[in-house]
């Protein structure tokens, strides 16, 4: 029997969707996936800033926009601009991002600009709430968010941290289209120039950008970049700022793509449990005379009807979500939100995509050998599985050791990593396809109790859920773990093989405000712990470039100068002044040798450079004015140092001393001091310490520098991610447990008639729920670390991972394996045992 096409659907649709809870459950699955993926790609389209409102918060109406360092530059290239393309609109600007102004009894960073508000090209660039923009010197507008944590209004002053005695005065108060919690100091044009350089003056201006609006027709701006490009300047125009945002940014519909392809998992799941279930009825319909294709027929239709419906009301309900969702964006962001995009074409290929996908896993799950029977399918285990498995067992592993050696093949470090973690996937790919072997070898061991032998051999009989539910939560923890412990591992190596202006853990308060040494080195010493290594940077300079400078610290020192032939003849190398034991370490991290002691006492050079040799003549390059040095003075007497790391060549090229330094005719100065804290990185709370005891002499944090290195991923992540995946587990693993409790009631409730404890037969589900967490857990932290060594080892990297956060989760996965087992085992055995046996 065929059975019509209308029969054979009706039946799938009976059958396979079923009738309340059971279509409801199916029909949820199902749309979940769709639904979590359309949410998402909504929400972050309309969080995901616009190429034109990017735009818009860099330039304004602009077309262009170009910085330079100083305003020297800004002014001739404005000259030049004007001078040659006559209808180009160019608007100066001027800008800091870490601009210190005086908040009552602290100094704080703000955003600062300078420019003519009033101007159409900065229409939309900030939003006016109260007030007006500045129209002249001494008037400022700032953003709401400043005046909020300032507690500032219309009329209040908010001054410059060096001009004080001058406040600028509050006349408006803006909001940022992008940033509405940053902190804006926005004042009128020329502010940034007409405020005098004094002798207390921080760095923080001497960095400030000053640039120019641009605004013009396709051929002038064509022709701007051109001129620009011969300063070796960088033209940021509208369509540059759109190719640079990310390619999810420019195509959100690509979150989509998770979401069809967690559809397939869990469509797979739900018509593979579904088809074991409904076996029976499939043969009772055989035994009626209904063809096995017939029957296919049925399943996948029934399948196919619930994509239909399931899919489209996942992508509806999502995207009606992510609508309503947009007027709550805002204050959660804090930031406007992009125009709506109902992302219709991409919601359309993401439903005919799913419904293909499901389709698949439907006629995959269907699918049965021809030679057997829709009827004795429903009274027999297939046994295929396991033949599958050792015949895909031995290729896996074959790819796996292939990949392993060209991983010890290849010299470059990427692909050797890459096919490391190819050869890791294979063997762990293997181990899963073994893990029906590994239930069959426990069911064996398990012999010696009871309830552990009639637990495993049940699984060993029929070892396709456990095997399922292990692979699921193994791939989920190794996944995590490798990720993870990759991060860490690098981070680890980097730290190690770290190169910068400081040691890690060294503190730096730089003296460019003209504070005192001695009190900074006070103040550095009641915040941090008491013993803390604390020294100063010294350099030679001399009295007329004292007399220049703002401050002593600023002054331009001495230094090395290049050797001809050595290839860095463009570099000018500091010299640094050490007279004591205790500076040299803090400075290169190690003791010095009596032969350098004896070398700097001596009045000799100690080059850290290995192109000197003991002996050799040292180039000295004295500052004359702008950039240009004079190289023409040499000294005698170079001693090479012992090896240092390059984090200590970075900083200098020579170490003297400081009678070597008056021998020489020069002068030292005190640039900054420095703390030595240790290797590990300065706790997040130090900043604010630092600043409560460095602004009372002067130093702000914005010339403090901390050297925290690179950092791996926080502990607070390590739990997030480990307990996402112990989520995972756990449905997976609660599915599983309570499903084999189910089938397995039967043989408990008479094994109950025979006179089995109850406590007894408690244990069997426990034994099952334990064995299933444990394999999962195992294979999964030899996956994962397998993972974090393979993808590091080529760099010599060592693997470090979060034993704690590791341990928490073993410890977590064991006892919910338990109290799941508890929970499922079933109870009150004796009053169902006529109903369970039939």
Known sequence: ??????????????????????????????????????????????????????????????????????????????????????????????????????????????????????????????????????????????????????????????????????????VGVVESPLAQKSHDYLAAPGQLRAWPRTGTDTTNVMVS???????????????????????????????????????????????????????????????????????????????????????????????????????????????????????????????????????????????????????????????????TPARARARTTPRDTARRGSTAAPVLAGLGAVCLALSGAVLDRDPAAWCAVAGVVFLSATALTRAAAILRLLARLGDRSFSGRIALRAFARDPRRPVSAVAVGSVTIAVAVGLLGTLSSVAAQERALYVGSRHLGQVEALLYSGSKPAAVEQALASALPQGTPIVRGTTPTDQRSLAKATTPALAPGWSIAPRPGSGDEARIQPIEVVDTGRKFE??????????????????KVLALSPEYLDGDRVGLALPLDGSKYDTSRHVNGAALAEPVDNTTRSRAAAYVTSATVRGWGAETVDYSVIATTGDQAPPAGLDDELASVLEPVDVLMSDVRIERGPEGPAPILWYITLGLAFAALAATLGTVVTTSAAELRPDLVRLHRLGIAPRVIQRVVIWQSLAISLLAVLLGLAAGTGLAAARVWPYDAPVVLDWTAIGLLVAAIIALGGLYGAMASPRHLGNTLYRAET
């Open 1 to 170: 029997m065929s059975g019509s096409w209308g029969h054979l659907r009706l039946l799938g649709w009976r059958t396979v969707v079923g009738r309340g809870k059971r279509r409801i459950g199916l029909l949820a699955l199902l749309a979940l996936p769709v639904f979590l993926a359309t949410v998402t790609a909504g929400t972050f389209s309309s969080t995901a800033a616009s190429a034109e409102q990017r735009a818009n918060e860099i330039m304004g109406r602009a077309d262009g926009f170009v910085s330079t360092s100083d305003t020297a530059s800004a002014d001739a290239l404005r000259a030049d601009l004007a001078r040659k393309l006559p209808g180009l609109t160019a608007l100066p600007v001027a800008g800091n991002p870490e601009f210190p102004v005086w908040a009552k009894d602290r100094t704080i960073d703000v955003r600062y600009q300078d420019v003519d508000w009033s101007h159409p090209l900065l229409h939309g660039k900030y939003r006016l709430t109260e007030g007006h923009f500045p129209l002249k010197h001494g008037e400022i507008a700032i953003s709401s968010a400043l005046a909020a944590d300032l507690e500032l209004t219309l009329g209040d002053v908010l001054p410059y941290r060096w001009e004080r005695a001058n406040p600028a005065r509050i």
């Open 209 to 371: 950008d000053h640039g120019l609006l641009l605004a013009g027709d396709a051929n002038q701006m064509d022709a701007a970049q051109t001129l620009i490009a011969e300063r070796g300047l960088l033209l940021t125009t509208r369509s540059g700022i759109a190719d640079a945002r990310s390619f999810v940014e420019r195509e959100p519909g690509l979150l989509l793509a998770p979401g069809v392809v967690l559809l397939g998992v869990v469509a797979a799941g739900a018509f593979t449990l579904r088809m074991r279930r409904i076996r029976g009825e499939f043969a009772l319909l055989a035994t009626l005379g209904f063809a096995d294709r017939a029957l296919r027929t049925a399943a996948l239709s029934g399948a196919l009807a619930a994509g239909l419906m399931a899919v489209p009301l996942g992508w509806l309900l999502g995207t009606a979500l992510a609508a309503a969702a947009r007027p709550l964006l805002p204050a959660l962001t804090h930031r406007d939100i992009s125009p709506y995009n109902p992302l219709l074409a991409e919601g359309l290929v993401t439903i005919v995509l799913s419904l293909a996908v499901a389709t698949v896993t439907a006629v995959l799950a269907s699918r049965h050998p021809a030679d």
């Open 586 to 603: 803090a400075l290169t991290g190690r003791k010095w040798t009596g032969r350098e002691r004896e070398a700097l006492q001596s009045g």
